[in-house]
């Protein structure tokens, strides 16, 4: 009864689970033991029901967190080659003055369309960030973004970076460097490297050797998320986030065009239609939108403290849900709010600077050396491996007898292997 004796002291109680995963972490929770205590469990035996499911669920969302980085760390660790192998120019974005300008980050989600004549009539009021999947859409409509930001690492992001009206643009490309990205794009267009605060030694080193000055990002789970964090590192002006739903739509997820949905109606037939499959791409999309939704509501109060400057827009559209105290307003209310700050050229703000692109000159062939020769040092370091392989790391931290300890020893080294070739054939000649 005295919680104070204790580091930590949860209760019995829905969404126990997730406050033990955020208290511990899935690495911590796959490598702990829980216990009764009998006369306890005795006294308290539908608490005690209750607590084991929710234990039960944290170590399950432990177990699949585990699994999906292992899968992803390496999608991540090829793209990231592939990038450093290929990038051709790049830019970075200069944070040392804050510009007091507007943003505005266009997203995709459907209540965008309502907005886009408003947004090419005071395309001048602000710098417009525009996520991969809302490109499209305000391109064929006249509107050229200052720059266009993807950090998927998915196979499917490259399909919003490979259409022929992205060769119209002259917007630079704002890439995660574990991003997804089609080479020609990445060798062509002038990309702003993003590189995450939390990115690997493996990562700094080989962009650092190259030559590539990279711009830091904030690690999210959302592409508009990360948009956020890095708008607010470059203006202290107003932010405003368009077309950011973060609900399941009626009938297309997207604005239309996407270039999702150009490449899946192709595959439509009278057995398999449109309709049956916005249908389930609808309720399929609730949980990860839910998730997304979430953070941006736990983190509402961080972004408007201590001065309201974040806010949701669209010309009247009903959302289905809020955005915590991100505030929700039309454009009458935009114009107001810009007021003061107007376009740059009227009042002479200062700019949100971009600097010019920058060419690499190393070929093909020294970078490829660059990459694997980093790949091997990395390998021998053991966060990197926890990062790469982290079911197996835990797997021999946890063994004590030897024989079985050496087993997984020799597994981990046969994973570093196959895993240099896959880089090797990733890369390409």
């Given amino acids: 009864m005295h919680d104070g004796l204790w580091d930590k002291t949860f209760f019995a109680k829905d969404g126990l689970d997730d406050e033990l995963f955020n208290a511990f972490g899935e690495e911590k929770l796959c490598s702990a033991i829980f216990a009764d205590w009998t006369p306890s469990k005795n006294a308290f035996p539908a608490e005690s029901e209750l607590s084991w499911r929710m234990i039960r669920s944290a170590v399950i969302k432990s177990r699949n967190v585990m699994a999906t980085r292992a899968h992803f760390s390496k999608r991540w660790l090829k793209n990231s080659?592939?990038?450093?192998?290929?990038?051709?120019?790049?830019?970075?974005i200069k944070n040392e003055k804050k510009s007091?300008?507007?943003?505005?980050?266009?997203?995709?989600?459907?209540?965008?369309?309502?907005?886009?004549?408003?947004?090419?009539?005071?395309?001048?009021?602000?710098?417009?960030?525009?996520v991969s999947s809302a490109f499209m859409p305000l391109s064929r409509n006249g509107i050229e973004p200052d720059f266009v930001i993807s950090t998927d690492g998915g196979y499917w992001a490259k399909k919003h970076l490979d259409f022929p009206t992205s060769e119209k643009s002259g917007a630079a490309l704002a890439l995660a460097?574990?991003?997804?990205?089609?080479?020609?794009?990445?060798?062509?267009?002038?990309?702003?490297?993003?590189?995450?605060?939390?990115?690997?030694?493996?990562?700094?080193?080989?962009?650092?050797?190259?030559?590539?000055?990279?711009?830091?990002?904030?690690?999210n789970g959302t592409v508009s998320g990360t948009a956020l964090e890095l708008a607010?590192?470059?203006?202290?002006?107003?932010?405003?986030?368009?077309?950011?739903?973060?609900?399941?739509?009626?009938?297309?997820?997207?604005?239309q065009p996407n270039a999702l949905e150009t490449a899946s109606e192709e595959k439509d037939t009278r057995l398999s239609t449109k309709e049956t499959r916005m249908t389930a791409s609808r309720f399929n999309s609730a949980q990860s939108l839910e998730i997304y939704r979430n953070w941006f509501i736990s983190n509402s109060k961080r972004f408007n403290?201590?001065?309201e400057r974040i806010f949701r827009l669209s010309d009247n559209f009903p959302f289905e849900f809020s955005l915590g105290i991100i505030r929700d307003i039309d454009?009458?209310?935009?114009?107001?709010?810009?007021?003061?700050?107007?376009?740059?050229?009227?009042?002479?703000?200062?700019?949100?600077?971009i600097g010019a692109a920058k060419k690499i000159d190393m070929d093909f062939g020294e970078r490829k050396t660059i990459i694997m020769e980093e790949l091997e040092k990395a390998l021998s370091d053991e966060k990197f491996l926890n990062e790469v392989f982290?079911?197996?790391?835990?797997?021999?931290?946890?063994?004590?007898?030897?024989?079985?300890?050496?087993?997984?020893?020799?597994?981990?080294?046969?994973?570093?292997?196959?895993?240099?070739?896959?880089?090797?054939?990733?890369?390409?000649?």
């Fill in 81 to 92: 080659a592939i990038f450093a192998a290929n990038v051709g120019q790049f830019s970075t």
């Fill in 100 to 130: 007091s300008r507007p943003i505005l980050i266009a997203a995709s989600g459907t209540s965008l369309e309502s907005s886009i004549k408003k947004i090419r009539e005071n395309r001048e009021s602000f710098f417009l960030i525009v």
């Fill in 177 to 219: 460097i574990e991003g997804a990205a089609p080479r020609q794009v990445i060798k062509e267009k002038t990309t702003i490297p993003l590189l995450y605060d939390d990115a690997s030694t493996f990562q700094k080193r080989i962009l650092g050797r190259i030559g590539i000055e990279p711009t830091t990002a904030r690690r």
């Fill in 232 to 255: 607010m590192a470059m203006s202290d002006g107003p932010i405003f986030l368009c077309g950011l739903d973060q609900a399941p739509a009626k009938g297309f997820q997207h604005t």
């Fill in 305 to 307: 403290t201590p001065t």
């Fill in 331 to 353: 454009w009458d209310e935009f114009g107001r709010i810009t007021k003061k700050h107007g376009a740059e050229k009227l009042h002479g703000e200062k700019p949100i600077e």
């Fill in 390 to 429: 982290p079911m197996d790391v835990l797997m021999f931290k946890r063994e004590k007898d030897a024989a079985n300890k050496k087993a997984l020893e020799e597994k981990i080294d046969e994973k570093k292997r196959e895993l240099i070739s896959e880089i090797e054939k990733t890369i390409g000649k």
